[in-house]
Structure formats: C-alpha cells, structure tokens
C-alpha cells in the first residue's frame, strides 16, 4: 500500500512540476530575451525515477569525495545557502548538468546521483515557504531547525532563476550516494 501512495504522490508531484513549469515560461521568457533556451534550464518531469535525486558537485573530485565519506555541510559557503546548509538537489540531471556547471558553453558532469526515501516538506508555492520561514523566525529557528523540529528531512521549492523544482536536504544521513 505504501509504495501506491508514494508512486501516486510522484506522480502528483510530476504534475506540479509541469504546472509551474509552465506558470513561469513568461518570466523565463523576458529573462532569457529569447523563446526557447530557458527550457534546457528548467527539470523536466521525463527525466524524473522515484525515490532518485541528484548533486551537481563543483568538480570530479567534489563528487568523488561525496562518494567516499559522505556529503559534507561543513565545506559549504553560507552565500550557496539561501535554505540553510543542506544537500542541494534536483531530479534531472542533464538540467542540472547545463545550470549548475562553471563553464555554460562546455557543461561538465559532476553528478552524484543519491537515492532515498525522503520526507520534504512540500514549499513549491512561494507564499508556503514564505509562511514557513516567516514561522521558523517566529520560534527562532534557522529554516533547517525549523524543518527538523517538524519532523521533515528539507524542502522541496521552486526556483524559477535555476532549474525550477528543486531540493534541499538536511538530513543526509538517510542517502546512499552513487554515481
């Protein structure tokens, strides 16, 4: 039963994708000054597999670390921080391949692909997750205490300016990481 409601909930979840997807096409329009290369950007529900998410890291050797001794916050600048220190991750690589890569014209695949069974808490809507941070200032909380003390193990939001649906998480104890 519970992997019909998960299967079920990942399709939702793909439908969400392709509706804000398309909800900010206009703005991507404007942004790119051009109609069609915003779209290599943005996650492509096609390209997501249950339960599989992946971590475009700064190099090869980024990704090889990850993959002997785990992911590691600690080395994160707080300016690649906007949720709080997590494992920032998306469900399609090849979008996150052509964003997150430091040469645009000559994309390099540092992908660590993490597979897991994780519990986000659903802040696609911008005003959710205005409301949530809002919330967690309230308790006087970070944003990643806040998601923890409720139970969660990080976000899913949308971020029109990368690639549209991705993740932040927190608890990465819970990844099994391979390439």
Do not use: W
Request: charged residues 25%.
């Amino acid at each position: 039963m519970r992997n019909i409601t998960m299967m079920k909930n990942f399709e939702i979840q793909k439908r969400e994708v392709i509706q804000m997807n398309s909800s900010v096409s206009n703005y991507l329009k404007k942004e790119f000054n051009r109609t069609s290369d915003y779209c290599k950007y943005l996650s492509n529900h096609n390209n997501f597999l249950p339960d599989i998410y992946y971590h475009q890291a700064n190099s090869k050797k980024d990704a090889r670390s990850i993959m002997k001794n785990g992911y590691n916050e600690y080395l994160m600048f707080e300016s690649n921080c906007g949720l709080d220190k997590g494992l920032y991750m998306g469900r399609d690589k090849n979008a996150l391949i052509v964003f997150y890569s430091n040469n645009f014209c000559n994309p390099e695949n540092n992908i660590v692909t993490i597979k897991g069974n994780f519990n986000f808490v659903n802040l696609i809507n911008q005003k959710k997750l205005k409301s949530f941070i809002k919330e967690a200032s309230r308790h006087n909380k970070s944003i990643k205490e806040y998601a923890l003390s409720k139970g969660y193990d990080g976000i899913r939001y949308f971020d029109p300016d990368a690639t549209g649906e991705e993740f932040v998480l927190y608890e990465c104890k819970k990844c099994i990481f391979f390439i």
